[in-house]
C-alpha cells in the first residue's frame, strides 16, 4: 500500500512538473511575440495611422487610453501628412465612444480636425482593424498601428490577417495595469494566433 501511494506521489510530481515547464515555455514564447511585435518602429511613411481605443471613464481617457493619445500626438506633430483613424466604440459603461474621447483630446491639443478619420462602432481589437480597413481606399494596404507596448503584437498579427503591412507606434502600459494587461494579452495572444481573432 505504502508503495501504491509512493507511486502516486511521484506520478503526481512529474505531471506538476510537466505543467510547471509547459507554462514557463507558453510565457517566454508570448513574451518573445510581444516584444516583436514592437518592431518595425514607424517612420512617417505610412499615410494612415489607427489609433487603438482603450477604456473610457465617464468622458475622461483612462491612462491606458491617454497614453496611446500622447504618443499618438506626438507621432501627428512629427509627421504632419499621415491622418489619424481613431477607432473604438462606446461600451455600456462609458459616457461617450473611445474615438470621441480620442477626438476632443487631439483636436483641444491642436490636431486639424481634416486630419481626423472616426470608427466609433468597433467592440474589440479585430473590429479595430477590420472597420478601419472598411473606412480606407480598396487600394491602401499599409498601416500604422499605435496602441499600447503589451498589445502591439495581437494587433499587428489581425492587420496582417487583413492584408496590412504594418508598422507601429508604441504606448507604455501604466504600472497600475501592467501585471493584469500581460497576462490577459498573452492568454489573447495564443488565443488569436489559434483562431485568427
Not at 40 to 65: C, M, Q, R, Y
Not at 126 to 149: A, G, H, R, V
Not at 175 to 188: F, G, H, P, T, Y
Request: aromatic share 6%; net charge neutral.
Amino acid at each position: 500500500m505504502n508503495e501504491e501511494l509512493i507511486k502516486r506521489k511521484k506520478l503526481a510530481v512529474a505531471i506538476a512538473l510537466i505543467i510547471l515547464l509547459c507554462c514557463i515555455a507558453i510565457w517566454v514564447m508570448t513574451g518573445r511575440w510581444i516584444q516583436d511585435g514592437m518592431h518595425p518602429v514607424a517612420d512617417g511613411s505610412k499615410e494612415f495611422a489607427v489609433i487603438l481605443g482603450a477604456k473610457v471613464n465617464g468622458e475622461t481617457p483612462s491612462l491606458t487610453l491617454r497614453y496611446r493619445l500622447e504618443e499618438a500626438l506626438a507621432y501627428a506633430e512629427a509627421h504632419p501628412e499621415v491622418k489619424l483613424i481613431l477607432s473604438g466604440g462606446q461600451g455600456p459603461d462609458e459616457g461617450i465612444s473611445e474615438a470621441e474621447a480620442m477626438r476632443r483630446y487631439l483636436t483641444q491639443n491642436g490636431v486639424d480636425e481634416q486630419r481626423l478619420l472616426i470608427e466609433n462602432q468597433s467592440t474589440s481589437t479585430y473590429e479595430n482593424l477590420l472597420f478601419t480597413k472598411q473606412l480606407l481606399p480598396e487600394t491602401e494596404d499599409k498601416l500604422t498601428i499605435i496602441s499600447s507596448d503589451f498589445h502591439l503584437a495581437r494587433a499587428k498579427k489581425l492587420a496582417q490577417d487583413l492584408g496590412f503591412q504594418t508598422d507601429v507606434v508604441i504606448a507604455k502600459t501604466p504600472a497600475s495595469v501592467q501585471m493584469k494587461q500581460n497576462i490577459r494579452e498573452r492568454l489573447a495572444l495564443i488565443k488569436t494566433m489559434i483562431v485568427g481573432k
